[in-house]
């Protein structure tokens, strides 16, 4: 629900055509960075102890 700060009423944005498909894209795509990330930083891990190993 969104609440419009000029008159107080509220509003279903996901009522509204298009904004429940542009929220699934949104999330979708912060979903894959947030997997993207840590899946980084599980290789930065997994390089960082290869060479401990290593060394």
């Known amino acids: 629900?969104?609440?419009n700060p000029n008159n107080g009423n509220n509003v279903d944005l996901s009522s509204i055509t298009g904004v429940?498909?542009?929220?699934?894209l949104y999330v979708t795509s912060?979903?894959?960075i947030i997997l993207h990330v840590t899946?980084?930083?599980?290789?930065?891990q997994q390089k960082?102890?290869?060479?401990?190993?290593?060394?």
Do not use: F, G, P
């Open 30 to 32: 912060l979903i894959d």
């Open 39 to 44: 899946n980084y930083s599980n290789l930065m």
């Open 1 to 3: 629900m969104y609440k």
């Open 20 to 24: 429940k498909q542009k929220m699934k």
């Open 48 to 55: 960082l102890n290869l060479r401990m190993v290593i060394n």
